[in-house]
């Protein structure tokens, strides 16, 4: 760096100051809030039985535990969450009021009127000659990210994640171990209400780790060369994996515990607690899995990125590092100077624009063109030219129902292939095909469909040794029975699974 | 304008039809920089403008001349091939030229603004040809989605932010001094995105600026869209390739070396990256120390 850089760059206080100036830091983050109770005497309506304050923490907190892997918090849906809150501190007013609330206190959160979406603090420090001078902090609590599918979703920033709980800026993996054996020794006592609050904790912390290791891998994805991938990231990798497998055996553990917990429990607000738990671990372990997927993709996203980048053929020419030698010296300088350089490229950069040449003549007669009416209904449909394809399957739709019929049998009363062969040819020299096929094809029922569909019976059909004989088929003389399925307890095991 | 006999050496056409040059060659060299005006038509697709392409190849005289009318328009021509086109470049005081408050009214007034544009078209520039061998390779193709760029940048004023924190400077740059602020700290802390009323990209946010920087580039012919994923994914042109490496890079270079910033290399005709790229290898890459 040079001496005009460093003549830029402010000179660090006394350290003495450095402490001041971080609690000053602290501080700032918490003035939005006090900000929201002072201004809503501002709003046009009256406003001062809302707590904003404790809106504010609610929606910091929700925006927190909806943020996901791969995007932030939906909008709508912390806006829907911060409701009831805001209706609970007003009841008798209507809901478009609590709506209006809980929206100017999100959008306050982000701060929406200002350019850069972010709250500005002002402190003052000394400087190391002893001039005092006045610094800008400037801080974001949620900010606005986009998701893969285009959209806007919030984040809490890191700032925010502190004002929320002060203890969250320590070690995340001996945080969370800590906050996992304090749940796992609160639920062997049976205090549930504790336990709660400590699984809320520990969630917190698995979606703080997983931040970090989402920002990590984005790294990866955009510069191989940034990265050392000879021993830093597969260690790092392999830690994380292990990590994850540690944790996982472990939630698995306490959700075992809760289960029990929650299924032997009398009390019917234990009961309650301990189901609110379980989601909670769910969502703990539902959270690991994603991580296990990404961290599972980096190293194939290695390769491709390395064949891409360090196998083609070498040029012979040597280009200008863009990235080396440009974007990376501009960002350290001083706005000044930094954008001395990056207009430069601007200006050389952008292309050209061929500039319009108008004729007055061409002009007069534009502007005296009355516009072209627009025709209401659009122009005519040609008639489709349609032609009726010959239908060319081999069994006619009475065919099918009449086999359906044979082979809709009684739950308790199962029958024998060859049995529904010779009763079908009774009827349709051609039927017996069908039968057959149909027969074949329970043989492999499908389960899991039917499962999830809620079917309430199923066709089978089992190989119980006896050969078939057929005049037309061979093979084995399948048993063809229904089975009837518990459609009322499927519904009640697939709502609990999710 | 030019009207000695120039002696053709070369084969075919030009031998055939030796050299006066008529009013007809003019305009036909004429209709040639025309095309090259027009930065999304390619030879590929109009035989008149390969056709005059290749004449610009195979007749020296046809050459000057058409170079000749280009910079009477105040044009510099980079390449004429068959894969670019005639690719031109406008020059500073040209007519065709592209100003800051043409592009965008608050770059013109405002000067953080001004500098979060010219980043993000230094930023697409340097994902579009992340090595200096892809800005060299004349069949490189390069890929950006406007999502990219905008986490790209995030991350390396993230790792400026880190450096600074590690070293334990204070980088809170002083009040009513917005010229001095470091260039890292005023792109970190403008939104990403935002929300607005009419579902559109936010304009002031840094995605919305390099989106506008991206469609800029789209009109002008340097890069197409290839797909809505990650905000918009794009692959570079030839001609972007061209402006570049002759005009933006070099223009942006001299910038830098003229503030001292880029060590001048002893006369080798490479230029090497600047020391900073060393810590940038080893330490920059899984930030998990952050915490």
Redesign the interface.
């Known amino acids: 760096m040079t001496t005009t850089a460093e003549a830029a760059r402010p000179a660090p206080g006394p350290a003495a100051d450095e402490g001041l100036a971080r609690r000053l830091r602290a501080l700032a983050c918490t003035a939005p809030l006090h900000d929201l109770d002072s201004r809503k005497a501002n709003l046009a309506g009256e406003y001062a039985v809302y707590g904003m304050a404790e809106v504010a923490l609610a929606a910091i907190d929700l925006v927190t535990l909806h943020m996901d892997f791969d995007t932030g918090a939906d909008r709508d849906q912390v806006l829907a969450r911060m409701l009831p809150r805001v209706a609970a501190q007003a009841p008798e007013r209507e809901w478009r009021e609590h709506e209006r609330v809980a929206k100017w206190v999100l959008e306050s959160l982000i701060n929406v009127g200002s350019v850069d979406r972010g709250f500005r603090a002002v402190y003052g420090t000394f400087a190391s000659d002893g001039s005092y001078i006045r610094r800008d902090y400037d801080f974001k609590l949620i900010e606005e990210v986009p998701g893969p599918d285009g959209g806007v979703y919030l984040r809490t920033t890191d700032e925010a994640v502190n004002v929320l709980v002060g203890a969250l800026d320590t070690d995340v993996t001996s945080a969370q171990i800590a906050a996992e054996v304090k749940l796992e020794v609160l639920i062997r006592r049976g205090r549930l209400a504790d336990a709660q609050l400590a699984a809320e904790q520990a969630r917190y912390r698995t979606v703080q780790y997983s931040e970090l290791l989402r920002r990590a891998l984005e790294a990866t994805r955009r510069n191989v060369r940034a990265v050392d991938w000879m021993e830093t990231v597969p260690d790092l990798i392999a830690e994380a994996l292990e990590h994850i497998a540690d944790r996982y055996r472990h939630e698995n553990a306490i959700l075992t515990n809760i289960r029990k917990a929650r299924d032997e429990s009398e009390d019917p607000e234990h009961k309650r607690r301990a189901a609110e738990l379980v989601d909670i671990v769910k969502d703990c372990i539902r959270r690991h899995t994603q991580l296990q997927t990404r961290l599972l993709e980096a190293g194939p996203l290695f390769r491709a990125e390395q064949d891409r980048q360090a196998f083609a053929a070498p040029s012979t020419r040597s280009g200008l590092d863009l990235y080396g030698q440009l974007l990376a010296p501009v960002l350290p300088l001083p706005l000044e100077q930094a954008s001395a350089v990056t207009t430069a490229f601007f200006r050389k950069g952008i292309g050209l624009r061929t500039p319009d040449a108008v004729r007055l003549t061409d002009l007069v007669d534009v502007l005296l063109t009355p516009p072209v009416e627009r025709e209401h209904l659009g122009a005519e449909l040609p008639e489709p030219d349609l032609i009726s394809t010959p239908d060319d399957s081999r069994f006619s739709d009475e065919q099918l129902e009449t086999a359906l019929g044979l082979l809709d049998l009684p739950a308790d009363a199962p029958r024998r292939l060859s049995g529904l062969l010779a009763e079908a040819r009774r009827i349709d020299p051609d039927l017996p095909y069908l039968v057959a096929l149909l027969s074949v094809h329970a043989a492999s029922p499908g389960v899991g469909t039917a499962y999830r569909q809620g079917e309430e019976r199923l066709l089978f059909a089992v190989d119980d040794g006896t050969r078939l004989d057929d005049q037309e088929f061979g093979g084995a003389d399948l048993i063809v029975g229904s089975a009837l399925l518990d459609a009322v307890g499927m519904a009640a095991d697939r709502t609990e699974g999710n | 304008m030019i009207d000695d006999d120039y002696d053709a050496p070369s084969p075919g056409e030009s031998a055939a039809r030796p050299a006066p040059i008529t009013p007809a060659d003019v305009a036909d060299a004429s209709r040639l920089v025309s095309f090259g ?3 999304k038509l390619l030879p590929a697709r109009d035989t008149e403008y390969a056709e005059l392409i290749r004449r610009y190849r195979d007749d020296p005289s046809f050459a000057r001349l058409a170079d000749a009318v280009a910079t009477g328009l105040g ?1 510099i021509v980079l390449e004429v091939s068959s894969r670019a086109g005639m690719a ?3 020059a ?1 005081d ?5 100003r ?1 408050g ?2 965008s009214r608050r770059a013109a007034s405002e ?2 603004d ?2 979060l ?3 993000a ?3 697409v ?3 579009a ?9 004349d069949g490189y193709l390069g890929r950006i989605t406007v ?2 760029v ?4 995030r ?4 790792r ?1 932010e880190q450096q600074a924190d590690v070293s ?9 001094a ?10 970190a ?7 607005t009323k009419d579902a559109r990209r936010l304009a ?2 840094t ?1 919305g600026i390099v989106g506008k920087a991206v469609s ?2 789209v ?4 890069l197409q869209k290839t797909s ?1 994923d ?2 918009g994914t794009y692959r570079t042109t030839a ?1 972007y390739q061209l ?3 002759d ?10 070396l003229a ?4 060590p001048v290399s002893d006369g080798s ?3 090497l ?2 020391d ?2 060393d810590d ?3 330490d ?5 120390h ?2």
């Open positions: 005006l027009q930065p044009l031109v470049a406008a500073e040209s007519v065709f030229a592209v800051m043409d592009y000067s953080t001004r500098f544009h010219g980043l078209h230094l930023a520039a340097a994902l040809f992340p090595r200096p061998e892809d800005l060299a390779d999502n990219g905008d986490a790209f940048v991350q390396a004023c993230r400026l334990g400077d204070n980088t809170d740059p002083v009040s009513d917005p010229g001095l602020e470091a260039a890292w700290r005023v792109y802390r403008r939104s990403a995105t935002g929300a002031g946010s995605i800029f580039l009109d002008s012919g340097f809505d990650s905000g001609r402006q570049v490496r005009m933006a890079g070099s223009a942006a270079m001299a910038e830098l503030l001292g910033v880029v005709a490479t230029l990256p600047p900073d790229s940038l290898v080893t920059a890459g899984l930030p998990f952050s915490v």
